[in-house]
């Protein structure tokens, strides 16, 4: 299997390139196009907890409902092409044993058949940082694909990390944190505009994006038209 990212800056999509025998997993709605001898199982179970079940506690963490699932059905090699909603960037993770990735809400794109992806329930952090409540897990070995709001960037953390709550992609689990104001006060936060950020600490990998899209949801939002009844 190969993962080509196609395009550069806020377009980019990623094409997955299939063998006979080999399997890919997206969210479902990701997928632009597909060659002809690639078979598309919709489905809610994922590598992991699966079924309905499965299905809601995507749907806590921002995700889809569904996953699909892509596999050539012959003996000639096929493609895959998975875009995310938002104008983004799209980075491969390969992940390895022991050390889990956690992606941000609506952040994961795809992944290998043989990852686990599961829900992983934040608590009372989730309520806090106006991000989903919860978060999805993915572990094992494997490709992951996740993608971004603008530019999207890697950021090794040996020591500690800030980040608004708007901009994380996901992170190495090694890692944790803790969410607190960005100011030296509640008041002096919310009036710089900054509000909430998470404190990473430890060793490990932070993906971040340059652009929150709930922050340009609401600025956009009153500006569209009324619906019409």
Request: hydrophobic residues 40%; proline residues 4%; charged residues 20%.
């Given at each position: 299997?190969d ?61 889809s ?17 998975l ?5 983004g ?27 686990e ?9 989730g309520f ?71 404190n ?18 609401g ?11």
């Amino acid at each position: 299997m190969d993962i080509e990212i196609l395009s550069r800056g806020a377009f980019q999509s990623a094409l997955v390139h299939l063998n006979p025998g080999e399997e890919f997993v997206s969210e479902a709605g990701a997928m632009f196009r597909a060659s002809g001898n690639v078979d598309i199982d919709v489905t809610t179970r994922s590598m992991g907890r699966g079924g309905i079940l499965g299905g809601v506690k995507r749907l806590l963490a921002k995700e889809s409902f569904f996953l699909s699932t892509y596999r050539v059905t012959d003996g000639s090699p096929g493609e895959v092409g998975l875009a995310p909603v938002h104008v983004g960037g799209v980075l491969p993770i390969e992940v390895r044993p022991g050390t889990a990735w956690v992606c941000a809400g609506g952040s994961y794109l795809g992944s290998g058949p043989q990852l686990e992806v599961n829900t992983q329930f934040q608590g009372f952090k989730g309520f806090l940082t106006g991000e989903s409540l919860s978060f999805v897990e993915v572990r094992g070995t494997g490709p992951l694909l996740v993608s971004a709001f603008g530019r999207i960037a890697e950021h090794e953390v040996d020591g500690a990390l800030t980040v608004d709550t708007g901009h994380v992609v996901a992170f190495e689990e090694t890692l944790s944190y803790s969410v607190t104001k960005a100011g030296g006060s509640w008041i002096q936060s919310w009036l710089a505009g900054e509000g909430i950020v998470l404190n990473f600490e430890g060793r490990g990998k932070v993906i971040c994006q340059s652009h929150n899209p709930d922050e340009f949801g609401g600025l956009l939002g009153p500006k569209l038209p009324e619906r019409s009844s």
